[in-house]
């Protein structure tokens, strides 16, 4: 072979353009993998910090990590914004959150899932809206994608809000082979969407799940109110009385069973409802004094006895009911309770004074009950003499509390109306009217009616009193 020294002279000639572009490449490589080294030292050192529950090391690191070119990975992303939130900087936790799984961008899964478990958190708080349920849907679709129980259970409360129930079971039914518990609840859902034989089949389940978990822990109370209230459902009412008997005898003074066995004497307490007679009566009261002994704080026993007090007719024996909470009064049993319930027994009474005079104690007692709020603004603003005023600040600040409660903004309604603001008290009115139905939705309209009078609206004045019309036309 003939030697050709033309390209030998011309590779010696290429040689130092080689060796430099050779140690440009190690330079290249040496530098991504020193770059790696210290992204995987901000790693490690933001992990070691969250172990040992150092907030602000971790948010220095992982601030470290995600400024550098890359930006780190979306899981250093992610991770950053629950350092950010535990460490109370939530407004930059929520811009990153919104960064990694936008609204109308296909995002980071992971981030999603947060976004959609935080919308169903104020979807639950402050009830369904077309524009919540679509974001949570979105956020679903692009982060429950995974076939985990966290997933199933997002979709099953979607589908939840959305009344789709079928929808709801299939999702929890997936999750259930995975969380055995959740047959309590599919349970319960069949029952609403009257399958009585799925219904039977889920609650055997549920029992059996509660059984063993209870022979494995008589302490579980969960578990123990799970079976007491399967006993219910399946009719077996000694056998509810003795789980919860053993429980008070195990837990001592769990207020979980405690309130449950509160809820059982009232149970009881009800299928004894009808019977007349003395026997019967002082049954009652039995269960009464049992249901308040276990439980003072249970709102329930108060509602019961205030049922039992509207159904009679003779004064004397309503005289019996109101003197049992004078009683509870003196023994010092939930006194803001009784004294809240003694004020409405005596508002039917027409005894406006003494009704308002319960209610104020009720109120400077437990100023943070706002169901005790709303009821004393509504005493002031119809009594005799009226302080519209004082009843406006309370029925706010139980709003304040409550916005969802429609009847804090009849209240308010109402309050509103009596100081003549009649533009302000239609708004509270027309949220009030489509949540009513019978008596009090003639009234809404009425008063309705009243205030586009006085707005000069004569038109949609008349179409509330034609509503008025038609109701009492398909009542006769």
Not at 171 to 179: T, W
Not at 188 to 193: E, V
Request: charged share 30%; proline share 3%.
């Amino acid at each position: 072979m003939k030697f050709d020294s033309e390209l030998v002279r011309r590779m010696i000639v290429c040689m130092p353009a080689v060796f430099a572009l050779l140690i440009f490449g190690g330079l290249i490589g040496r530098g991504i993998s020193q770059g790696r080294e210290i992204t995987n030292g901000y790693r490690v050192a933001a992990r070691e910090a969250i172990a040992r529950k150092d907030l602000e090391k971790a948010k220095f690191y992982y601030s470290r990590l995600v400024s550098t070119g890359n930006r780190g990975s979306e899981q250093d992303q992610f991770n950053m914004v629950s350092v950010l939130d535990a460490s109370g900087d939530g407004q930059a936790a929520s811009e990153l959150l919104d960064q990694l799984a936008p609204d109308d961008e296909v995002g980071y899964a992971q981030a999603h899932k947060q976004k959609a478990a935080m919308i169903y958190q104020f979807i639950a708080k402050n009830g369904p809206s077309k524009a919540a349920l679509e974001r949570l849907h979105w956020h679903l679709r692009h982060g429950a994608r995974d076939p985990s129980v966290e997933s199933d259970l997002l979709w099953a409360n979607y589908y939840l809000a959305i009344e789709q129930i079928d929808n709801a079971i299939g999702r929890l039914s997936s999750a259930a082979n995975r969380n055995p518990d959740l047959w309590f609840e599919i349970a319960g859902l069949y029952r609403k969407i009257d399958r009585p034989d799925d219904a039977k089949r889920a609650t055997n389940r549920a029992e059996a799940v509660a059984v063993q978990k209870l022979d494995g822990n008589p302490l579980d109370v969960m578990q123990r109110l799970r079976l007491a209230d399967i006993m219910m459902a399946k009719g077996n009412q000694d056998d509810a009385q003795e789980i919860l008997s053993e429980g008070l005898r195990l837990t001592g003074n769990d207020p979980a069973i405690r309130r449950a066995a509160s809820n059982f004497a009232l149970v009881k307490l009800k299928s004894i409802a009808n019977d007349s007679g003395d026997a019967a009566q002082r049954q009652r009261f039995v269960l009464l004094n049992k249901a308040i002994e276990l439980d003072p704080e249970n709102q329930a026993v108060y509602e019961t006895l205030s049922t039992f007090y509207v159904s009679v007719e003779s004064e004397t024996a309503r005289d019996v009911y109101r003197k049992q909470l004078e009683k509870w009064i003196t023994q010092g049993v939930s006194v803001a309770y009784a004294h809240f319930t003694l004020g409405n027994l005596l508002w039917l009474e027409k005894d406006q004074e003494n009704a308002i005079f319960h209610m104020e104690k009720a109120f400077e007692m437990e100023p943070s009950l706002t169901k005790v709020a709303n009821n004393l603004a509504w005493l002031l603003v119809h009594s005799e003499t009226p302080d519209l005023q004082r009843a406006e600040d309370l029925v706010r600040l139980a709003i304040e509390k409550d916005a969802g409660h429609i009847r804090y903004a009849d209240t308010l309604a109402a309050v509103l109306f009596a100081q003549r603001r009649y533009a302000d008290a239609l708004v509270q009115y027309e949220k009030v009217l489509p949540q009513t139905q019978g008596q009090k939705r003639r009234e809404t309209h009425e008063r309705l009616a009243e205030i586009y009078d006085k707005l000069g609206q004569n038109e949609i004045a008349k179409s509330h009193r034609d509503r008025i019309a038609e109701m009492s036309d398909a009542k006769s």
